[in-house]
């Protein structure tokens, strides 16, 4: 009898679950079409052409300087990705009658703002013109006073409707630079409005490193003579503090997604070996010995492995350890000459420079090992790569004629393009992670 009830009700429970599994289908396919969800990584994309008009103030107008001063920024920022072209808001006309289609734009950011008590709200949504749909709005508040950091965050947020994840344009680049005469370390936005000098020692800096929650940077000094390592607190701009000064290298530290620790080059004992440190300097554990030459460790998302540099085979090679068994695997089985490896947010890919015809380039490879997949083509010498947080775009310095400076490329090698024009040269890029 049991029995028999038992199987009685398994065609109701599996009704139910059936039914279930229908409703939240239902509900997910409902909530993806509210977003537009572009596969910007797909090579057959054309770049998406947006109309952004100037942004309503509280009385409707737009033609105020900060409505329209938030549509430029709005502009800058979705340009920066690469996947969208924006187009000039004023060729569908004007006001509630403008032909935003026959104007080119697939989609417009209609944008509003308010402003009380240094106080300010922004909103704005996206009407996609061919459906004549307009998406959910996004809004944002803020003081006043930050008004440009609230329409970068409305930026990424706009880009995340495209895409499904977050845009890069309130995050930095770190870099070297040699402007003032000497190399120092500068930080500057990705969209190179605010450039801002870090040191200012008057001697060779090398390799800045940001901590994991990007609050502090990390770079190695030579103004005492020796290779010395130092971290700064981004938060000013006054001191700066030594987390390491033995003797000998002190290099290039990757700090660990959680924060907790970083490894670093030392040669303190000899060959250049990797070392687990606090973010104090204290050093925790030896990773390597005896195994020729180890540099430029790049930790993998999740903290469980580390990609680096070693020449135990004769020539510098990628390598891949895993931290818990301590074991190494021979990553890069192409090419003579494979440095600076950079572990891709997303965990698939590590990216690293490559000596190719005798000139360097940028690939990119599975972490678990692959064939390789070169990234840059064009004229020069191209080094140090960095990731952007969304694991969509690769920075990048690029030497040609003499001259170096900051570049971005999509992972599948489209659209590069250069990041800053500055004064001097550029080098050493490293991409900051997003801020909350």
Request: hydrophobic share 35%; proline share 5%.
């Given at each position: 009898?049991?029995?028999?009830?038992?199987?009685?009700?398994?065609?109701?429970?599996?009704?139910?679950?059936?039914?279930?599994?229908?409703?939240?289908?239902?509900?997910?396919?409902?909530?993806?079409?509210?977003?537009?969800?572009?596969?910007?990584?797909?090579?057959?994309?054309?770049?998406?052409?947006?109309?952004?008009?100037?942004?309503?103030?509280?009385?409707?107008?737009?033609?105020?300087?900060?409505?329209?001063?938030?549509?430029?920024?709005?502009?800058?920022?979705?340009?920066?990705?690469?996947?969208?072209?924006?187009?000039?808001?004023?060729?569908?006309?004007?006001?509630?009658?403008?032909?935003?289609?026959?104007?080119?734009?697939?989609?417009?950011?209609?944008?509003?703002?308010?402003?009380?008590?240094?106080?300010?709200?922004?909103?704005?949504?996206?009407?996609?013109?061919?459906?004549?749909?307009?998406?959910?709005?996004?809004?944002?508040?803020?003081?006043?006073?930050?008004?440009?950091?609230?329409?970068?965050?409305?930026?990424?947020?706009?880009?995340?409707?495209?895409?499904?994840?977050?845009?890069?344009?309130?995050?930095?680049?770190?870099?070297?630079?040699?402007?003032?005469?000497?190399?120092?370390?500068?930080?500057?936005?990705?969209?190179?409005?605010?450039v801002r000098q870090v040191t200012k020692h008057n001697h060779l800096c090398v390799s800045p490193r940001f901590t994991a929650d990007g609050?502090?940077?990390?770079?190695?000094?030579?103004?005492?003579?020796?290779?010395?390592?130092?971290?700064?607190?981004?938060?000013?701009?006054?001191?700066?503090?030594?987390?390491?000064?033995?003797?000998?290298?002190?290099?290039?530290?990757?700090?660990?997604?959680?924060?907790?620790?970083?490894?670093?080059?030392?040669?303190?004992?000899?060959?250049?070996?990797?070392?687990?440190?606090?973010?104090?300097?204290?050093?925790?554990?030896?990773?390597?010995?005896?195994?020729?030459?180890?540099?430029?460790?790049?930790?993998?998302?999740?903290?469980?492995?580390?990609a680096f540099v070693s020449d135990r085979s004769g020539k510098p090679q990628i390598y891949v350890m895993d931290l818990g068994s301590r074991?190494?695997?021979?990553?890069?089985?192409?090419?003579?000459?494979?440095?600076?490896?950079?572990?891709?947010?997303?965990?698939?890919?590590?990216?690293?420079?490559?000596?190719?015809?005798?000139?360097?380039?940028?690939?990119?490879?599975?972490?678990?090992?692959?064939?390789?997949?070169?990234?840059?083509?064009?004229?020069?010498?191209?080094?140090?790569?960095?990731?952007?947080?969304?694991?969509?775009?690769?920075?990048?310095?690029?030497?040609?004629?003499?001259?170096?400076?900051?570049?971005?490329?999509?992972?599948?090698?489209?659209?590069?393009?250069?990041?800053?024009?500055?004064?001097?040269?550029?080098?050493?890029?490293?991409?900051?992670?997003?801020?909350?």
């Amino acid at each position: 009898m049991h029995a028999m009830n038992r199987r009685s009700s398994l065609p109701r429970l599996c009704s139910a679950v059936f039914s279930a599994l229908l409703v939240l289908l239902l509900v997910s396919f409902e909530a993806a079409a509210e977003r537009i969800q572009l596969d910007i990584a797909s090579s057959g994309v054309r770049k998406l052409a947006v109309a952004v008009p100037p942004f309503a103030d509280g009385s409707g107008s737009r033609m105020s300087g900060a409505g329209k001063d938030i549509a430029q920024l709005v502009t800058a920022g979705l340009n920066f990705h690469g996947f969208i072209q924006t187009v000039d808001p004023q060729r569908g006309g004007s006001g509630s009658s403008a032909d935003w289609r026959s104007g080119g734009a697939d989609y417009v950011v209609t944008g509003r703002y308010t402003v009380s008590g240094g106080q300010m709200m922004l909103e704005a949504s996206l009407l996609d013109t061919a459906a004549d749909k307009m998406l959910p709005a996004r809004q944002f508040r803020g003081a006043a006073a930050q008004q440009d950091d609230l329409t970068l965050r409305l930026v990424d947020a706009l880009v995340e409707d495209f895409t499904g994840e977050p845009g890069v344009s309130r995050t930095s680049i770190a870099f070297v630079s040699d402007g003032t005469g000497s190399k120092e370390v500068y930080l500057a936005d990705v969209l190179g409005r605010k450039v801002r000098q870090v040191t200012k020692h008057n001697h060779l800096c090398v390799s800045p490193r940001f901590t994991a929650d990007g609050g502090s940077l990390a770079y190695s000094s030579y103004h005492r003579g020796n290779q010395n390592l130092y971290i700064t607190d981004l938060s000013q701009d006054r001191t700066t503090r030594a987390i390491s000064r033995r003797e000998g290298m002190n290099l290039a530290p990757a700090f660990s997604p959680d924060g907790r620790t970083m490894i670093a080059t030392l040669s303190r004992d000899g060959s250049p070996d990797l070392y687990r440190m606090d973010v104090q300097g204290k050093i925790l554990e030896r990773l390597t010995e005896g195994a020729g030459i180890n540099v430029s460790p790049s930790f993998s998302p999740d903290g469980r492995q580390i990609a680096f540099v070693s020449d135990r085979s004769g020539k510098p090679q990628i390598y891949v350890m895993d931290l818990g068994s301590r074991k190494s695997r021979l990553l890069t089985l192409q090419g003579k000459e494979n440095v600076e490896p950079a572990w891709s947010p997303k965990g698939d890919l590590i990216a690293y420079t490559s000596l190719t015809a005798g000139r360097y380039h940028i690939f990119t490879i599975p972490a678990g090992g692959g064939a390789p997949t070169r990234v840059t083509s064009g004229y020069g010498d191209y080094e140090s790569p960095t990731w952007s947080p969304d694991g969509r775009q690769i920075a990048f310095s690029r030497k040609r004629n003499g001259q170096m400076e900051l570049c971005v490329i999509h992972a599948n090698g489209k659209g590069e393009r250069t990041l800053f024009r500055l004064k001097g040269n550029q080098s050493y890029p490293r991409w900051s992670p997003r801020r909350n």
